[in-house]
């Protein structure tokens, strides 16, 4: 993923990773010899310039070459390993495809780097009862595509959902643009298989609804590879609707954009996706992608509506009649389907489109939506002050935002001011009565923020159950706890 | 009639007024190893496995909504308040819980009132639970106080969020066995403007089941998929569909469904409002097999197409009754209260498919004597009981309700 356009080496960034187990460095040779006698030969990756591909993930600005990367095909062949680690005390990060954006697939230079992409088949689909049962490396986007052909997909659908994995997403709870309607993952997993470090393979639910006992898939879910290493899923697959559009809406304030969005909610329509941008991400994707939006409004909502032809006029009339009252400067029904793709080209290149111009960090807290023109006002103030730009692009309906910050790499200092600018963002959004991440994750990249989120009673909690799984911390330890005051048991 | 939820709980009833006093009273049962059972609303129902407790604790001054924003979806209350006063505050707004929570007493032959920390401690979820999730999706945030006696928040109240472990998902449907909830954020739905109901008479179970999912496979929402064999409120078997939404909408989709579903029949449209709304409240309640009171009840959690075969396989059992209900991937089953009331063979049905069986009535002493809730693999139950030793170390939550050493 390419989203500094170019690598300052000497980058130096804030935050830390915990100094390497120099024993475990010293064993270097024994441990992938170890690996070697568990897994094929091509699955086993040693070379400098080989692991050097596994260093980071979206979040580009850290990096550390792993101890070794393993690439196993088989659950057993997962559990082999993680038994080996376990009895080696050598760390394991799992991997996906590597398209994190907290830095939840960075390695460790003492860690395994066990990727699971190469298990990626579709391995049971019943359309009857609406599931399919994958494997966990698969993209997100190969399982829609292995159930179109019956008119059916799978419902969440992040932006990079041509590369990322059901096992990333599943880590990640990730969402997308669609799941104001249709939910997260979690909403949408069924069950999955998982192994722990010491080997032991664990199934989780099945294809029917509901936990016997307690709700360990809710647990998983989200849960960032600390837990065990996820190998296959059963998801939900839905029908299609038979139709979508989405009308397209200008206002000349951020205020009146909010208003207009709770406005529709509060008369009971929940649209399939609500969409929104300001100014200078509007300016930079209408620039890349030739959408049409308008670029005289300081707010643009997309808003899409499902159904038939006869419910989605149904729709949208009672949407634009709602919109009206807010006097908007742009009204734009789509009426066809190249006018729909566009719309949403511009929408879903946005990352891609301003990636081009600037350097961003992308950042993902959540807030009350009624808080949406105080927190939107604050984070220009804050980027302001630190004298860097900043573009929003978010999910308006349950208001997850997305502030790229932008700065440049190449300016000594720029990367550290952008950091903090997103800190201080993001604790804007706990203070709203918000939270640090709804998409993306803690990973690396809120970790020191957790606090302040949670209490310590808050956190410990969290550290205990996790502990259940993973008593040693061997499991991706690097993520989401501050690393002072972990509680090991 | 009334089951006593277990025979050996003591008299003591503490009625904390506050989190702070609640989290003070677990401290020092902690202490004193002292085991505690949780009402509610003192539904005094008896599911699962009766619980050796010292003393209850009641949620009873534990009440109030703290949040309702109808413009951001999303209520809180304490765990004391009401079900009933939560729904009453929602429909002025014109929205609900979206996952259509029981009235439970029917069944139950209990009395009292369900509370927002019983609705989420239990995590049941009525028809709707197949278009819009269950308790648990629904769930954005708890606050609950720990075995140790500290107050611990998780979640929020925002619909998204992935920031640390989902300790939300954990608290729903855990019985109680993992700490005093003392605050629960809902998201909530609009309530649809129209509601449609299509029946087909004189299916089989497994047409039936069939044609819940050829309609639950098309994309036309729909929002209640229930069978019912003959017997249950009618003469003839009835094939329900429930179709929500704005009435054009509906409209259109009823049409649809009508000519899909052709093959299996007619699909007549239930004309009378009330009574298509009591029919599917019946549904929600297990109203069917409320009566009679002494016979065991179980629900069955499978694959919707396996739902008529594990019934097959258990049909024989002393004067079963059953109806599905999530397109036949639950089964309501009543059965006399006999022997293991079919425990073995109802497990043994479902395991070729995949599934859990839970006990739902049945006498204590029948309960005691077997597992209510569906036996865990063995992984799976160590992984259980670490996580009720990493919340609860002394045990003293309800200790055995759901499994005997959690
Ligand atoms: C351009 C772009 C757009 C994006 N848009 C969205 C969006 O719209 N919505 C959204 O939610 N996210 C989005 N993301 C973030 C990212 O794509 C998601 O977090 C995704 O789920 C990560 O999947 P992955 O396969 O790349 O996982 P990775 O990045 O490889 O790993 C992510 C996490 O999962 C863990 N993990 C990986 N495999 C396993 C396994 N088998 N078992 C256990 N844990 C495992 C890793 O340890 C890590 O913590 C976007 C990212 C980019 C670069
Ligand atoms: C067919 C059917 C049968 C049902 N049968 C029962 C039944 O037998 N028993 C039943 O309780 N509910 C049952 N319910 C659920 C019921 O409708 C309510 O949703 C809820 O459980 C009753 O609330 P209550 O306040 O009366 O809970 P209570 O009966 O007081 O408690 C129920 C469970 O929740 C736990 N609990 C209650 N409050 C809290 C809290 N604040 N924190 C943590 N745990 C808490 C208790 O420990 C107990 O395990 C049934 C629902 C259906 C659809």
């Given amino acids: 993923m390419v989203l500094s356009r170019a690598r300052r080496e000497d980058a130096v960034t804030t935050i830390a990773f915990p100094a390497p187990d120099a024993a475990v460095l010293g064993r270097r040779e024994a441990i992938i010899a170890g690996l070697a006698r568990l897994l094929p030969a091509e699955a086993v990756i040693t070379s400098e310039d080989e692991r050097r591909a596994f260093e980071t993930d979206a979040l580009t600005a850290y990096r550390q070459v792993p101890l070794a990367v393993v690439l196993p095909s088989t659950t057993e062949e997962v559990a082999a390993v993680l038994r080996f680690c376990h009895a080696e005390g050598v760390k394991v990060v799992p991997r996906g495809a590597g398209t994190s954006l907290a830095g939840g697939a960075i390695p460790q230079e003492d860690a395994v780097v066990l990727g699971i992409a190469k298990m990626n088949r579709v391995l049971d689909i019943d359309f009857v009862n609406r599931t399919a049962r994958v494997q966990a490396g698969i993209t997100n986007l190969a399982i829609s595509q292995a159930v179109a052909h019956e008119g059916f997909f799978y419902a969440p659908d992040p932006s990079s959902q041509l590369a990322c994995t059901i096992a990333g997403n599943i880590a990640m709870n990730s969402g997308g643009a669609h799941c104001l309607k249709y939910g997260v993952t979690t909403n949408n997993l069924l ?299 | ?116 920390g019983g609705l989420a401690a239990t995590n049941l979820s009525g028809p709707r639970r197949i278009m819009a999730g269950a308790c648990r999706d629904a769930m954005i945030g708890v606050r609950f106080v720990n075995g140790r006696g500290e107050v611990v928040k998780s979640g929020g109240r925002v619909m998204k969020n992935v920031t640390g472990l989902d300790l939300v998902k954990l608290a729903a449907g855990s019985w109680g066995t993992l700490g005093l909830l003392t605050e629960v954020t809902f998201k909530v739905q609009p309530k649809a403007e129209r509601l449609a109901t299509l029946v087909i008479e004189g299916l089989d179970d497994a047409r039936g089941v069939e044609a819940l999912n050829a309609a639950l496979g098309s994309p036309f929402e729909i929002t209640g998929a229930a069978h019912l064999p003959a017997g249950l409120g009618g003469e003839r078997a009835r094939t329900v569909l429930r179709i929500e939404g704005f009435s054009p909408s509906v409209d259109y989709r009823v049409g649809e469904l009508r000519h899909l579903l052709a093959p299996y029949g007619p699909a007549e449209r239930i004309v009378d409002a009330g009574e298509a709304r009591r029919l599917w409240q019946d549904v929600r309640d297990v109203r069917f097999l409320a009566e009679p009171q002494a016979h065991a009840v179980w629900r069955l959690s499978t694959v919707p197409t396996a739902g008529p075969r594990v019934v097959a396989a258990v049909a024989g059992l002393a004067e079963a009754r059953f109806f599905y209900d999530w397109g036949g991937g639950l089964v309501w089953l009543s059965v006399r209260a006999e022997g293991d009331c079919g425990a073995t063979m109802i497990r043994e049905a479902l395991a070729p498919h995949g599934g859990h069986a839970t006990l739902w009535r049945a006498p204590a002493d029948i309960r005691a004597a077997l597992q209510p809730f569906q036996p865990l693999a063995a992984p799976l139950m160590r992984l259980s009981e670490g996580v009720k030793r990493a919340v609860d170390p002394a045990g003293i939550f309800e200790p055995g309700r759901m499994y005997a050493g959690i």
């Fill in chain 1, 191 to 489: 069950g999955v298989t998982m192994v722990l470090l010491d080997g032991t393979v664990v199934e989780i639910g099945g294809a029917h609804l509901d936990a016997p006992g307690y709700d360990m898939l809710g647990l998983v879910c989200g849960s960032e590879g600390q837990l065990g290493v996820i190998t296959e899923a059963t998801v939900r697959i839905l029908r299609q609707a038979e139709g979508a559009r989405p009308a397209l809406m200008g206002f000349d304030s951020v205020e009146t954009a909010g208003a207009c969005v709770a406005a529709i909610i509060g008369a009971g329509i929940i649209p399939v996706a609500l969409e929104f941008m300001d100014r200078p991400a509007i300016k930079v994707c209408e620039a890349f992608a030739h959408a049409g939006y308008p670029l005289d409004v300081e707010a643009l909502l997309i808003i899409e509506v499902e159904g038939s032809e006869a419910e989605i006029e149904d729709a949208l009339k009672r949407i634009v009649a709602i919109a009206e009252r807010f006097s908007p400067k742009a009204l734009r029904v789509s009426r066809s389907e190249a006018e729909s793709a566009a719309i949403w080209k511009g929408r879903k290149s946005a990352f891609g489109a301003m990636g081009r111009i600037a350097d961003y960090l992308c950042m993902d807290g959540t807030i009350p939506t009624g808080q949406l023109p105080h927190v939107l006002k604050r984070i220009s103030e804050i980027c302001t002050g630190y004298g860097l730009g900043v573009a929003n692009i978010f999910h308006a309906g349950d208001g997850n935002l997305h502030p790229l910050v932008l700065y440049d790499i190449n300016k000594p200092g720029e990367l550290e001011k952008a950091e903090a600018a997103g800190a201080d963002i993001l604790k804007l959004c706990v203070e709203v009565g918000g939270c640090l991440t709804g998409e993306h994750g803690v990973g690396i990249e809120k970790r020191d923020l957790m606090r302040h989120q949670y209490s310590e009673v808050d956190l410990v909690q969290q550290m205990r159950i996790r502990g259940v799984f993973d008593p040693a911390w061997l499991l991706n330890p690097a993520k989401v706890f501050p690393l002072d005051g972990r509680v090991v048991q």
């Fill in chain 2, 1 to 116: 009639m009334t089951l006593p939820r277990s025979a050996t709980i003591s008299d003591t009833v503490l009625t904390p007024e506050n989190e702070q006093e609640a989290a003070a009273l677990v401290a020092a049962c902690a202490a004193a190893a002292r085991p505690l059972a949780i009402r509610g609303g003192g539904t005094k129902a008896a599911v699962g496995r009766p619980v050796n407790a010292e003393a209850t604790l009641s949620t009873k001054a534990l009440t109030g909504i703290t949040l309702y924003e109808p413009a951001e979806l999303v209520i809180a209350a304490r765990a004391g308040t009401p079900l009933a006063e939560i729904e009453r505050t929602l429909a002025e707004r014109g929205q609900m819980l979206p996952f259509e929570p029981a009235d439970a007493r029917a069944l139950l032959g209990s009395e009292g009132e369900a509370t927002v």
